[in-house]
Nanobody, 125 residues
Framework: QVQLAESGGGVVQAGGSHGPSCAASSGTLSSYVMAWFRQGVGKAREFVAAISWSGGDTLYADSVKGRFTISRDNAKNTVYLRMNSLKSEDTAFYYC??????????????????WGQGTQVTVSS
């Protein structure tokens, strides 16, 4: 129902900022709760942030609160992740996901039916 594609991965210095995006090439993003997840080498998939249909509600993992900001522009069918004060431990494969509902399971991968292909973000020391 919705096809997602991340872009904007790359290498950034520790302490710097980066801003990957997730766009819907088909479907309408305004119909979905959107989220970012990440998975580092040898680690489990980890929730990063979620945003409600019109952006009125957001949810962040404790590890990124105060550093990362999720936002969306439904007119552009795009979701963004602004990452500030990056640390080496932020190095991971980042991907976005879409769900129909907003609730207590927002932080779990099983909540999301649609996923992008992901993009690699590497934070160098």
């Amino acid at each position: 129902q919705v096809q997602l594609a991340e872009s904007g991965g790359g290498v950034v210095q520790a302490g710097g900022s980066h801003g990957p995006s997730c766009a819907a090439s088909s479907g309408t993003l305004s119909s979905y709760v959107m989220a970012w997840f990440r998975q580092g080498v040898g680690k489990a998939r980890e929730f990063v942030a979620a945003i409600s249909w019109s952006g009125g509600d957001t949810l962040y993992a404790d590890s990124v609160k105060g550093r990362f900001t999720i936002s969306r522009d439904n007119a552009k069918n795009t979701v963004y992740l602004r990452m500030n004060s990056l640390k080496s431990e932020d190095t991971a494969f980042y991907y976005c996901a879409a769900a129909r509902a907003w609730g207590s399971s927002n932080y779990t991968p099983n909540h999301y039916a649609y996923w992008g292909q992901g993009t690699q973000v590497t934070v160098s020391s």
